[in-house]
C-alpha cells in the first residue's frame, strides 16, 4: 500500500482542490442522477462555490497527497454550529486510479477523529442510492441507515 500525506486544507489550496471538486460534480451529476450534463456550467459553478467555501470557518477540508506531493483524494466537512453537536459530511472524493487503497477511509478516519475532539454526538453525511461503494465504505466505517425519511425538494428558478 502506499504512502499518503493527510492534512487539513489551507486557502492557498484552491487551486489545487479545484480539479477534484469539479471532478467530483461531474460525476456525481453524469454518473449517480444521470442528469443532463453542461460542463462549462458546473465548472464555473464549482469554482465560485469552492472560492466561498473556502472562506467559511464552519466547513473544513482534509485533503491526501501522494508522495509527489500532487493532491489525490479530499473530504469537505462541516462543522458544527454554535450549539449543535453534529458534524456533516459533504463530499469524498478519490481520483479513480487511487481508489480502493484506503485513502477514503484515512480521510473519514481524520473526520471522525476531529469530531470526538470536539465533542460532537454524530456525524452525518447523504449518500446517493445508486452509489453502492460508498454506502459500503460508509458502513465498514460504522455508519448506519438514519430513521429519517427526508425528501428532497428543490424549486426552478426563472432565469
Known amino acids: 500500500m502506499k504512502s499518503y500525506n493527510v492534512r487539513k486544507s489551507t486557502k492557498n489550496d484552491y ?4 480539479p477534484l471538486v469539479t471532478a467530483s460534480a461531474i460525476f456525481q451529476r453524469k454518473t ?4 443532463r450534463l453542461d460542463e462549462p456550467e458546473i465548472c464555473k459553478e464549482v469554482a465560485d462555490e469552492l472560492k466561498a467555501t473556502m472562506l467559511l470557518t464552519y466547513k473544513g477540508y482534509f485533503l491526501a497527497f501522494d508522495i509527489q506531493k500532487e493532491l489525490q483524494a479530499y473530504i469537505e466537512y462541516g462543522l458544527p454550529m454554535k450549539g449543535d453537536h453534529e458534524f456533516f459530511i459533504n463530499d469524498i472524493y478519490v481520483k479513480p486510479k487511487f481508489r480502493h487503497q484506503k485513502l477514503a477511509h484515512s480521510l473519514l478516519a481524520k473526520v471522525v477523529k476531529l469530531a470526538s475532539s470536539d465533542k460532537a454526538n454524530k456525524i452525518t453525511l447523504y449518500v446517493h442510492e445508486n452509489n453502492l ?3 459500503s465504505l460508509y458502513k465498514k466505517t460504522g455508519f448506519k441507515k438514519s430513521k429519517d425519511d427526508y425528501i428532497r425538494m428543490e424549486l426552478r428558478t426563472k432565469r
Open 32 to 35: 449517480l442522477t444521470k442528469k
Open 133 to 135: 461503494a460508498a454506502q
Open 15 to 18: 487551486r489545487e482542490l479545484l
